[in-house]
């Protein structure tokens, strides 16, 4: 079992940056693929990156590529998702999710492709 608990939301004004923090349970957090996910009011919850279990390859929806960077730090056992030149379109609950099998595929876009899931950080952007 793994629980994880974002933080770092707030309110920011449009071209600024915020940085999310997810914090794993458990000690085979260096085991899971990690994932951020976001959902807009309105929105179905949508794919926003992902990150393999070593670090070594990220993924990223085209919306937030070249904005925003995935990371982990498996000693700390937390994900991170650095956001910058943020848009009131980003707007939303971001949530992280961890999954136990290794990104193959496309999986690792779907909300389907997680084994457990945050409560949710909320992320406000101004304009």
């Known amino acids: 079992q793994v629980q994880l608990v974002e933080s770092g939301g707030g309110l920011v004004q449009a071209g600024g940056s915020l940085r999310l923090s997810c914090a794993a349970s458990?000690?085979?957090?260096?085991?899971?693929?990690m994932g951020w996910f976001r959902r807009a009011p309105g929105k179905e919850r949508e794919f926003v990156a992902a990150i393999s279990w070593s670090g070594l390859t990220t993924y990223y929806a085209d919306s937030v590529k070249g904005r925003f960077t995935i990371s982990r730090d498996n000693a700390k056992n937390t994900v991170y998702l650095q956001m910058n030149s943020l848009k009131p379109e980003d707007t939303a609950v971001y949530y992280c999710?961890?999954?136990?099998?290794?990104?193959?595929?496309?999986?690792?876009?779907?909300?389907?492709?997680?084994?457990?899931w945050g409560q949710g950080t909320q992320v406000t952007v101004s304009s």
């Open positions: 999710a961890a999954r136990r099998a290794v990104i193959t595929g496309t999986e690792y876009r779907e909300t389907h492709g997680y084994d457990y």
């Open positions: 458990g000690r085979t957090f260096s085991t899971y693929a």
